[in-house]
């Protein structure tokens, strides 16, 4: 249905990018949250295409630290990777 790649450079400061791909149409969240759960930034929040996607993030104002970044698609099904912002 989708794929998420780990995002490059990892540790990152203060750019990186995150790709993914849809499989087919539908409603895709992603969200950074930190290492307690709590949502630190959200990114996407859309109807999206089927089709490869690449997400830059350039500084995200966030604290030194481990992060979990996750992507939701159709409300179903979700996928995280870990990342590290090094200041």
């Known amino acids: 249905m989708f794929s998420l790649s780990q995002n490059y450079p ?3 400061n203060p750019s990186t990018s ?12 992603l969200k ?5 759960g709590k949502v630190v930034k959200s990114f996407i929040n859309d109807f999206m295409n089927a089709g490869n996607y690449t997400l830059d993030i350039d500084d995200v104002s966030l604290n030194s630290g481990t992060y979990i970044y996750s992507l939701l698609y159709d409300q179903l099904i979700i996928d995280s990777k870990r990342m590290v912002y090094l200041k």
């Open 10 to 12: 990892n540790p990152f």
């Open 18 to 29: 995150i790709n993914y791909s849809l499989v087919k149409p539908g409603f895709v969240q």
């Open 32 to 36: 950074i949250y930190d290492i307690r």
